[in-house]
C-alpha cells in the first residue's frame, strides 16, 4: 500500500463495492475521484499487473449457487515438487484456489493446500478421485478436510488503512 | 432454474473483464445479449444475492495487511466456548469446524502484518490452546472457474 500513489489509493477504494453499472463505468469512476477515463483504464491495468488486483469481474457466493459443500485437501507434497503440484491442482475445474503453507513437524506435515466446492460431499470427493487420478498423485499422503459448520462469516471484511476486503467465501481455508 | 444466458454470464464473467471504454457492451457482444440486457442481467443477479458484487478482488497482503491462516485442536466439549472466545477477536474471520484433530480453522486478518504473532499469542493465552499458524507461502492460482 506505501507504494501506492494516493489516486491509485483512491481509486482502489472507490471501486472495493463494485463497478457502476452503466455504459462506461470507469469514466464514473473517474468522475467521482476526479481522474480521467483514460486515467483509470491505465491505473487499473497498472494495479492488475502488480497483483493488487486479483480479479476484476463478478464475486460469486458459492452457497447461493448451491454449492453446498466445501473441502479443503491438504498434501503433503515433497518441496522439490510442490510447484509443479501446485500449478497442476490449480487448472483443475473443481478447485477453487490452491496455496502452499508452513508445514508444522512432526504433527502437521501438510504444505499444499486446495479447496475444492461441490453440490454435496459426494461431488466433491467424486472430484478429488478424478484429480488424483489425472494428476497420478495416489501416491501423495492427503487428508480433506470437510467444513461441518461455519461459525463466522459476517466478518470476512477487514479494513487495511482505509480500504475494506471482503474476502469470497472460497477463501475460508485457502486464505 | 437458471436459464442459459445468465448461466453463461456468471461463467464467463469471473475474471478478465475488458479494461477499455465500453467493457459491458465488449463482452455483451460476447455474450451474444445487448449491452443493455447485460446491465440488467448482473442488476438482477446482484438483488437475488447470488454474487456479492461485480467489480476487484484484492490480494490483502500486497494491500500492505496481514493474513494468514490459522487452526487449533479444539476439545469437542469446550468447542463452543473456545470458538466464541476466538470469534470475539474483530481480527477473525471465516472460522469454520472441520473434521480433524485441528478442527477449528480461520483466517487472521490485520492492518499491521506484524500483528499476526500478537493476536495468535492472545488467542493461546486466553484458551490455553495451541494456535498453529499456517501462512501462505505461494499461491497456484489459475483463474477461478465455478461452473454453474
Known sequence: ?175 | MMDAITRKIINQLQGDFPITEQPYAQVAERLGITETELLQQLTNLLDQGLLSRFGPLYHAERLGGGLTLAAMPVPENKFDQVAAQVNAFPEVAHNYARNHELNMWFILATEQPERIDEIIQEIEAQTGLPVYNMPKQAEYYLGLKLEV
Open chain 1, 1 to 175: 500500500m506505501d507504494n501506492l500513489t494516493e489516486s491509485e489509493q483512491r481509486l482502489i477504494e472507490t471501486i472495493q463495492g463494485g463497478l457502476p453499472l452503466v455504459a462506461r463505468p470507469y469514466a464514473a469512476v473517474g468522475e467521482q475521484i476526479g481522474l480521467t477515463e483514460a486515467e483509470v483504464i491505465a491505473s487499473l491495468a497498472h494495479l492488475i499487473q502488480i497483483g493488487v488486483i486479483k480479479r476484476l469481474g463478478i464475486v460469486v457466493r458459492h452457497r447461493q449457487l448451491g454449492y453446498r459443500a466445501n473441502a479443503m485437501v491438504v498434501w503433503d507434497v515433497p518441496d522439490a515438487q510442490v510447484t509443479a503440484i501446485g500449478q497442476q491442482l490449480g487448472q483443475f475445474d473443481g478447485v477453487s484456489l490452491c496455496y502452499r503453507r508452513a508445514r508444522h513437524l512432526p504433527e502437521w506435515p501438510y504444505n499444499l493446500y486446495c479447496m475444492i466446492h461441490g453440490k454435496d460431499r459426494n461431488a466433491v470427493l467424486r472430484d478429488l478421485d478424478k484429480l488424483i487420478a489425472i494428476y497420478n498423485l495416489s501416491h501423495i499422503p492427503h487428508q480433506v478436510l470437510f467444513s461441518r459448520r461455519c461459525f463466522k462469516q459476517s466478518g470476512a471484511c477487514y479494513t487495511f488503512r482505509s480500504v475494506t476486503i471482503c474476502l469470497p467465501q472460497r477463501a475460508a481455508g485457502g486464505g
